[in-house]
């Protein structure tokens, strides 16, 4: 008896021995020295800035031993001595642009795909690692740029049809033909209907707190403040309809039209102060988008032809013809002066130069092969590849089962979403050229 509770004593013995070496090779086991030690000779930002994301004590460690600060001396040399106060801040930022335009342009991806409407969404906006998708049924739709999960919906009142969406992280903004509604993110029904009176026939719109700036049918442009709830000022852009319209941070209103031309009005002047012209007018621009950091003017049109202009001169950089077709939407990540999606009605999304507006890749999603099933959720996530299209290949022989029209899309770090006048969205998610 004595014997077998020896020998028990010892086996407990000899497991918590073993029990012990094991926990002693864990990361959790190495004291501050060794950490700092380890993560000291990390030479990449964003693996660092990963670690520092691990849990609070690394991210104590990279924080109060300066690591970040000294891989950015190491990076660049002359700042260290430089008298100049060269923000670290704004160095990563730099860094993130460039991997982003990086991926794009030269990284793989891969697509996913999931069921997101009962009848068919059109139109898609992604900011801040969110989605919302919607027109074409009664509802919008909010999911997670990185997991593709749902987040919310959001109830389009008394059965209209909603003709244009946009968001930020605390509301959400929509065009019914002649009303604004808005929707808190957190609440599905609208808690705002603005009256019928003030505009009619909106086709497009543009939101940037506290105004929406709507464009109409008959060419006007109406500025709706949303906390007033009244209209404060309208705008004559075009004789023709108002296709699609932008907010500079300038407080410029920048509105297209059928006729190809794209007219300027000045929020604080209250004047319209210019049109930028087409050398293919007459066309219709179907998308618009400005960089805040260049000031230039994208735009993409029903003849297939990508536009740029730069604001300050007001003349025209480039406009090849991209496409054989409409383009339905152009778009670039805040802060990104690389790189430009644009995609229409023959389905292949093009990444091109906002310098040169040359074409600098094109693909589309290989649907032929088999889908492989990434969740078993409500709205199940499928992935699938990328394929790449040749520079020289004519879109007439690629399948239309690998290139379904794109109706819109948005750019965010390293993704785009599209949304296909179907009940399904696609995001494609690139990484870095390794």
Same mark, same amino acid.
């Given at each position: 008896m004595e014997a077998s509770s020896s020998r028990g004593r010892s086996g407990s013995a000899s497991l918590r021995r073993r029990r012990g070496a094991g926990s002693g090779s864990t990361?959790?086991?190495?004291?501050?020295?060794?950490?700092?030690?380890?993560?000291?000779r990390l030479d990449d930002h964003f693996d660092l800035a990963r670690c520092s994301a691990v849990c609070t004590s690394w991210n104590r460690i990279i924080v109060t031993a300066h690591l970040m600060r000294d891989?950015?001396?190491?990076?660049?040399?002359?700042?260290?001595?430089?008298?100049?106060?060269?923000?670290?801040?704004?160095?990563?930022e730099s860094l993130a642009m460039d991997e982003h335009a990086s991926s794009l342009s030269s990284g793989p991806a891969d697509a996913y795909q999931?069921?997101?409407?009962?009848?068919?969404?059109?139109? =898609?906006?992604?900011?801040?690692?969110?989605?919302?998708?919607?027109?074409?049924?009664k509802i919008l739709r909010l999911w997670s740029a990185e997991t593709c999960k749902f987040m919310n919906e959001y109830n389009v009142p008394n059965a209209k049809t909603l003709v244009d969406f946009d968001f930020d992280e605390n509301k959400i903004v929509g065009l019914i033909s002649s009303q604004i509604c808005i929707w808190r993110r957190s609440e599905p029904r609208s808690i705002f209907q603005s009256g019928g009176a003030?505009?009619?026939?909106?086709? =497009?719109?543009?939101?940037?707190?506290?105004?929406?700036?709507?464009?109409?049918?008959?060419?006007?442009?109406?500025?709706?403040?949303?906390?007033?709830?009244?209209?404060?000022?309208?705008?004559?852009?075009?004789?023709?309809?108002?296709?699609?319209?932008?907010?500079?941070?300038?407080?410029?209103?920048?509105?297209?039209?059928?006729?190809?031309?794209?007219?300027?009005?000045?929020?604080?002047?209250?004047q319209k102060i210019g049109v930028l012209?087409?050398?293919y007018a007459p066309l219709a621009i179907r998308s618009l988008s400005f960089s805040t950091n260049s000031h230039m003017i994208f735009a993409g049109s029903s003849a297939g032809y990508a536009h740029c202009w730069d604001l300050r001169t007001m003349r025209p950089l480039w406009e090849p013809r991209v496409s054989p077709n409409v383009i339905y939407s152009t778009h670039h990540l805040p802060g990104d002066t690389t790189t430009l999606a644009v995609g229409g009605i023959d389905g292949v999304l093009r990444l091109i130069s906002q310098r040169t507006g040359e074409i600098i890749r094109s693909i589309v999603v290989d649907t032929d092969r088999p889908a492989e099933p990434m969740s078993r959720s409500r709205h199940q996530v499928e992935k699938k590849r990328v394929r790449e299209v040749a520079p020289d290949a004519r879109v007439d022989n690629i399948s239309t089962?690998?290139?379904?029209?794109?109706?819109?899309?948005?750019v965010g770090m390293k993704k785009i979403v599209t949304t296909h006048g179907?009940?399904?969205?696609?995001?494609?998610?690139f990484r870095p050229q390794k």
């Open positions: 990361a959790q086991s190495l004291n501050d020295d060794i950490l700092r030690s380890v993560f000291s891989l950015y001396y190491k990076r660049n040399p002359p700042a260290r001595g430089s008298s100049s106060n060269i923000s670290v801040k704004s160095y990563f999931w069921i997101g409407h009962p009848m068919r969404a059109t139109l =898609c906006r992604m900011k801040g690692g969110s989605i919302l998708t919607g027109v074409g049924d003030s505009f009619n026939h909106g086709l =497009c719109m543009s939101f940037a707190d506290p105004e929406v700036v709507i464009g109409c049918e008959d060419g006007r442009a109406f500025v709706y403040d949303m906390y007033s709830r009244s209209c404060s000022s309208i705008y004559r852009l075009h004789s023709s309809p108002v296709t699609c319209l932008t907010i500079t941070d300038d407080q410029l209103i920048l509105g297209g039209s059928t006729f190809g031309n794209i007219a300027i009005a000045d929020q604080t002047s209250g012209k087409s050398a089962r690998l290139r379904p029209q794109i109706t819109s899309l948005s179907e009940n399904y969205i696609r995001i494609l998610k």
